[in-house]
């Protein structure tokens, strides 16, 4: 049996899809074919190319990476996938599902399920449920969708504590390293922190888990070897265990790996010394979340960090020789525009570059996160009385604090102060 998994970013250079590779490295381990398909700014794909891959490989599960911002292209792709064959049961999972609320299949009439847990486990489920010529049972992970479209929601399912038990997408050869100019990594998974307007801790029960060093090093020797020579690495707090990450980089450093790599971690889990061996072992750039530069609007976000701790990082980094980027956030709860304006300078202040990811933006109100579900507490207004299930308040709200001529008129700002033109647009 084959499972074809999509991601879509058309507003983005194509990167590698790391959590898609994690997922088919598992399904292929269990015996299921299993391929990749990544649709980006750069693909070219038209729809007798799509048709073509869909009667070739012969796919009976179709798993789709959701975003806010991509939901019409996964629904386009599932109305376009049931067109060909109905019998061909689609999937979606990623950020925009895990705490999608069920009433969305009233107007996502070709997905038959939603994943809530662990991508590997749960598509496994899924899979073996197809396989066995009962898709619509023991399911778990998931709500679903059955024949009569009676929707179901089933219990989670707990994926590995260990992460070394996911078999890897590099060692695997998941990927296509001849297109492949930079490879992204996980050393980890999760963030044990309670920032109110973010989802990964949610989604990760705000636990972290980790690889072990000796298959991080696997990795990176691996796709070295295959000609790849920067990495970036996509663990939210890469620092989270100091020690273990010195480990990392000393054994880069012994291996006489030359290899140029981006991180990004809290202001509070760097050192002189952490910095100094990121340095040698060929950290070109090291991203911090400031969000606000304004110390009073941070204290209500539960990031437990100060500008002034922020500043610090910065420090240690431009000591060292390496780049920093920022990661800014403008209708924050609390915040006006002065406090925003104050960023903006924070930022230039501390020579950071304006471009890529620290092009500042306005803050999402994602599925799952605590902002999403207490909004009301903190007087954000949504700028529209009704919206599709499958879609959160996102960007359109505005606050007591900060009305939407205000919010344009930050946007304006940075842009105008972008080196790039403020092109830069995250999920």
Same mark, same amino acid.
């Given at each position: ?10 507003f ?10 994690y997922?088919?490295a598992f399904l ?19 729809r ?9 490989f012969?796919p ?23 067109s ?11 950020p925009?599902?895990t705490?999608?609320?069920?009433s969305?299949?009233? *107007? ?5 399920y ?5 991508g590997e ?5 899924v899979?073996?449920?197809i396989k066995?010529g009962t898709?619509f049972?023991?399911l778990?992970?998931?709500s679903?969708k059955d024949t ?6 089933t219990?989670?399912? *707990?994926?590995?504590?260990?992460l070394?038990?996911y ?5 695997n ?11 992204v990594m ?10 109110? #307007? ?9 636990k ?10 696997e990795?990176i020797?691996?796709v ?7 990495l ?13 990450l ?11 790996i030359e290899v140029?790599?981006?991180v990004?971690t809290?202001v509070d ?5 952490l ?12 991203a911090?979340?400031?969000e ?7 204290t209500k976000?539960g990031k ?9 990082a ?8 390496i780049?920093? *980027? ?5 209708g924050?709860?609390?915040e006006?525009?002065?406090?925003a ?24 109100? #994602? ?5 999403a579900?207490?909004?009301k ?8 009385n009704s ?6 308040i ?8 900060f ?6 008129k930050i ?17």
């Amino acid at each position: 049996m084959n499972i074809l998994l999509i991601e879509i970013n058309p507003f983005a250079p194509t990167m590698t899809p790391i959590s898609l590779g994690y997922i088919a490295a598992f399904l292929k381990s269990k015996g299921f074919g299993t391929k990749i398909l990544i649709v980006g700014q750069d693909t070219s794909l038209s729809r007798s190319g799509f048709h073509e891959l869909i009667t070739r490989f012969q796919p009976a599960l179709v798993g789709l990476t959701a975003y806010q911002r991509t939901m019409l292209y996964v629904r386009g792709f599932a109305n376009f996938i049931k067109s060909m064959d109905n019998n061909i049961k689609v999937a979606i999972g990623g950020p925009q599902a895990t705490f999608m609320p069920s009433s969305a299949f009233k *107007e996502l009439s070709d997905i038959d399920y939603i994943c809530r847990s662990s991508g590997e486990v749960t598509l496994l489920r899924v899979a073996q449920a197809i396989k066995n010529g009962t898709p619509f049972s023991d399911l778990a992970g998931v709500s679903y969708k059955d024949t009569q479209s009676i929707v179901f929601d089933t219990p989670e399912i *707990e994926g590995f504590t260990e992460l070394d038990h996911y078999p890897s997408p590099y060692l695997n050869d998941i990927f296509d390293y001849s297109c492949m100019n930079e490879a992204v990594m996980l050393t980890s998974r999760g963030c044990p922190y309670h920032c109110i #307007y973010c989802y990964t801790p949610q989604a990760f029960k705000h636990k972290i888990t980790f690889h072990s060093v000796d298959r991080v090093m696997e990795e990176i020797k691996w796709v070295t070897k295959k000609g790849v020579k920067r990495l970036w690495f996509a663990d939210p707090n890469i620092s989270c265990k100091p020690e273990r990450l010195i480990e990392i980089f000393d054994r880069i450093l012994t291996h006489g790996i030359e290899v140029k790599m981006w991180v990004q971690t809290r202001v509070d889990l760097v050192t002189p010394e952490l910095m100094k061996k990121m340095k040698q072992a060929g950290v070109g750039v090291i991203a911090f979340g400031l969000e606000s530069a304004s110390d009073r609007v941070l204290t209500k976000l539960g990031k437990r960090i100060t500008t002034e701790q922020v500043a610090g990082a910065i420090r240690l980094a431009q000591d060292q020789g390496i780049e920093v *980027e920022l990661f800014t956030l403008f209708g924050l709860p609390y915040e006006t525009f002065e406090d925003a304006v104050k960023t903006l300078e924070f930022v230039k202040k501390n020579k950071v570059k304006i471009m890529g990811n620290s092009n500042s933006q306005q803050m999402q109100i #994602y599925f799952g996160t605590h902002l999403a579900r207490h909004y009301k507490d903190y007087n954000i207004r949504p700028l529209q009385n009704s919206r599709p299930a499958y879609m959160s308040i996102g960007s359109q709200y505005e606050t007591e604090c900060f009305g939407i001529n205000e919010l344009q008129k930050i946007q304006n700002m940075w842009r105008a102060h972008s080196l790039d033109g403020g092109k830069r647009i995250v999920s």
